[in-house]
């Protein structure tokens, strides 16, 4: 169980990968399918309706419901069109202790302003939005933490932006898994966000990208795997795989997250569990 602190202006960026909404229409209670239905009346527990939001993101469909509980308090949920709940905001106080602890003493004297409790192939996740940006494990331990670009290694900084490919380098994390440290560098294309991971030595260790910079077999590849679905991130790893540096693919298909690597020749190395 992950605990994401993210800042005002950059909410939602982690566990929904490819679910960047665009406002859509509003609808009535009535209009959503029988399960969208059933999730929205079982969060509401005596609360109240206020609208809800259809949204369309190149045939991925949602509804973004706005609510207040039973005790009066604003409250936000996200559901797909199956019904599966997606987020849902919750209070500090509604948090499992050892969460709201770490919540608590993260924040410190910053006004917690909301908590998405996050769903994703059953893993349960919390996001906090307030004016820093960090993340801690179930464990209560500093996972992610923002820097500025000025205090990037310098070889880490020559690294990212030799791989900006026409982007801006725009926020800077340290990353912290045990003893292992790297930095990951958030790349802004015109508004599109995409990342890079580099060692602290400056190695390269993963760049996202977009189909257009896959090369040609292995585009035909993925394209044949991921079929009539969705493309939701790619991302080159320069940790060999059969001798060579694979593509990393995640894919919604058939109401299911897809994850497989595929060479630049366009070899298949098989599905992910």
């Known amino acids: ?26 609808v009535s209670l009535d209009q959503v399918p029988p399960p969208v239905k059933a999730t929205i009346q079982k969060q509401l527990a005596g609360g109240q309706l206020l609208e809800i939001d259809k949204d369309d993101d190149e045939g991925e469909i949602s509804f973004t419901v706005q609510f207040t509980n039973k005790a009066g308090a604003h409250r936000e949920l996200m559901a797909g069109d199956d019904g599966t709940l997606l987020t849902l905001e919750i209070g500090v106080e509604e948090a499992p202790a050892e969460i709201q602890k770490t919540i608590r003493a993260q924040a410190s004297r910053n006004k917690i302003k909301q908590i998405d ?50 982007g801006k380098l725009a926020e800077a994390f340290k990353l912290i898994d045990d003893s292992e ?59 060999q795989r059969q001798g060579v540096m694979p593509y990393e693919i995640e894919a919604r298909k058939d109401g299911k997250t897809i994850r497989f690597s595929v060479g630049p020749r366009g070899r298949f190395f098989g599905m992910e569990d």
């Open 181 to 239: 440290i790297s930095f990951e560098g958030d790349v802004d294309h015109d508004g599109q966000m995409r990342d890079i991971l580099v060692a602290p030595d400056g190695k390269l260790q993963s760049v996202e990208l977009t189909m257009a910079e896959v090369t040609g077999p292995a585009r035909k590849t993925i394209e044949e795997k991921v079929g009539n679905g969705k493309i939701l991130r790619v991302e080159k790893t320069t940790e």
């Open 117 to 166: 409790k996050t769903f994703e192939d059953g893993e349960i996740s919390y996001e906090v939005d307030f004016t820093r940006s960090f993340s801690v494990n179930s464990a209560g331990k500093l996972a992610r933490v923002q820097i500025g670009l000025e205090d990037l290694p310098a070889e880490v900084r020559k690294t990212m932006d030799a791989n900006l490919h026409g």
């Open 1 to 26: 169980m992950l605990v994401r602190i993210v800042r005002s202006f950059a909410v939602a960026s982690f566990l929904l990968a490819g679910l960047s909404l665009v406002s859509g229409q509003k």
